[in-house]
Nanobody, 125 residues
Framework: QVQLVESGGGSVQAGGSLRLSCAAS????????MGWFRQAPGREREGVAA????????EYADSVKGRFTISQDNAKNAVYLQINRLKPEDTGMYFC??????????????????WGQGTQVTVSS
């Protein structure tokens, strides 16, 4: 089992920045892909970024390219999401997820085996 704990969310004004963190623990040796997802009220959960653990190769949703950056620190078993130039439409619960799959893509979401509890991001205009 792998446990994931997110942190770093908060309430910010549009144009601001946040850095989300995801700490992984447990049996992380079989994790090959880490992803960040978000879910706004009344909407489906969507992927925003993913990274291949053994070799980086980040992937981003079109809506966040140029503003979001996913990174990892394998020594700390941590993944980060730097979010810049926040927009009100970025509001939602942000989840970290881990996959054993060696094909690291945000979809299908069922690819991901482990999920954190989420951290809330609220952006006001």
């Amino acid at each position: 089992q792998v446990q994931l704990v997110e942190s770093g969310g908060g309430s910010v004004q549009a144009g601001g920045s946040l850095r989300l963190s995801c700490a992984a623990s447990g049996y992380t040796g079989n994790v090959n892909c880490m992803g960040w997802f978000r879910q706004a009220p009344g909407r489906e959960r969507e992927g925003v970024a993913a990274i291949y653990v053994p070799g980086n190769s980040p992937e981003y949703a079109d809506s966040v390219k140029g503003r979001f950056t996913i990174s990892q620190d394998n020594a700390k078993n941590a993944v980060y999401l730097q979010i810049n130039r926040l927009k009100p439409e970025d509001t939602g619960m942000y989840f970290c997820a881990a996959a054993r799959s060696t094909v690291c893509r945000m979809v299908p979401i069922s690819r991901y085996d482990y999920w954190g509890q989420g951290t809330q991001v609220t952006v006001s205009s």
